[in-house]
Each structure stands twice: as C-alpha cells, then as structure tokens.
C-alpha cells in the first residue's frame, strides 16, 4: 500500500498551539520560551531556529495598544480612583503580555519556516 504524502502543517495552528513547524505534533519548547534541540515526532533540528524579540516587540505593542483604548474608556466612563486603575491595568499587562508571548513566538518560527527566511534543515 503507498503512504500517502503529509498534509502541509498549518502556519497559525501550529503557532498557537506551540508545536513543531514541519510536522505540526511535536513541542516547540522545552520551558517557557527555550526552543527544543529537535522534535521528538519528526527529528526536525530547532535549537538555531529562535525568534529573538520580534515577538515580544509584536505583544508589547498589541496588548498596550488594546490595555491603553480599554483604560481610557474606563476612565471616560466611570473616573474611578487612580489605584483602581493600578489594580486592573497592571495585572491585565502582565498577564496578557506573558499570556501571548510564548504563541507568539511560536508563530513567528512557524511563519519563518513556511517562508524559508532562515537556514531550516529540511531533506532535499
């Protein structure tokens, strides 16, 4: 019987789900944001393929963006004391900021893989 060929691996699913990019089943880290030396499904060598801080530049400007029009309207419409603002805002930053990194990371190798910007190690 002839095996059928892989199906291509999505780039978002396996950005958001953290997973290798050339076959979509093996964990992209092996901490919080330490790239594995190769997939444990596929044997695909990861360990130079890292985002550097691309990805935390993307979060830090989407979430600020997103924290930032959610004060103000909060602000405008209920002026609540400066330390209510402290107590919501900076939890809402910290959480969404580490909370996006780590698939956000995962998508930018995902995406540098399909479009071959780097060096990946693929069979010819």
């Known amino acids: 019987m002839v095996e059928a060929p892989p199906l291509p691996v999505s780039i978002l699913r396996a950005g958001l789900l953290c ?3 050339k076959c979509g089943r093996g ?3 092996a901490g919080y944001l330490k790239v594995v030396e190769k997939c444990a499904q596929c044997g695909f060598e990861l ?3 890292d985002a550097g801080d691309g990805p935390a530049v993307f979060v830090v400007l989407i979430v600020g963006a997103i ?3 959610l004060a103000l309207w909060v602000e405008i419409d ?3 004391p400066y330390w209510v603002h ?3 805002w900076a939890p809402a ?3 969404g900021c ?3 990194l780590r698939p956000a990371k995962a998508l930018l190798i995902a995406v540098q893989f399909k479009l071959k910007v780097l060096e990946f190690d693929d069979e010819a």
Do not use: E, F, N, S
């Open 19 to 21: 997973r290798c990019p």
């Open 27 to 29: 964990r992209l880290y």
């Open 47 to 49: 360990r130079k393929h």
């Open 67 to 69: 924290i930032v029009g």
């Open 78 to 80: 209920y002026q609540p």
């Open 86 to 88: 402290l107590v919501i």
């Open 93 to 95: 930053i910290l959480g």
């Open 98 to 100: 580490l909370g996006a």
